[in-house]
Nanobody, 121 residues
């Protein structure tokens, strides 16, 4: 059993900042990529940023220069610092991790429950 728990969402004014956290726990052998996706009403879920176990990162063009993803491998936790937030960043943000569980062979994707981020004045 593997669980991802997100925290840190909320309401913020345009130009403000938020920090999201995603903690993975359970029967984990190894974690490859950890990342954040978002989904606004009426749109498809999209990649925001992801980070490998070695620290290499990828960002969506819309957030480059404003968001920063990092991770603490010892604690199986990923963070996303979001600065200069815009109303168009409003969405439910989901954490995803590629995990090799101690219960099953092979890599599997696990998702968190999602956390709402609302950017509004």
């Amino acid at each position: 059993h593997v669980q991802l728990v997100e925290s840190g969402g909320g309401l913020v004014q345009p130009g403000g900042s938020l920090r999201l956290s995603c903690a993975a726990s359970g029967s984990i052998f190894r974690i490859n990529y950890m990342g954040w996706y978002r989904q606004a009403p009426g749109t498809e879920r999209e990649l925001v940023a992801r980070i490998s176990s070695a620290g290499s990162t990828n960002y969506a063009d819309a957030v480059k220069g404003r968001f920063n993803i990092s991770r603490d491998n010892a604690n199986n936790t990923a963070y996303q610092q979001m600065n200069s937030l815009k109303p168009e960043d409003t969405a439910v943000y989901y954490c995803k991790a590629d995990i090799w569980s101690t219960l099953y062979s092979g890599w599997h994707d696990y998702w968190g429950q999602g956390t709402q981020v609302t950017v509004s004045s």
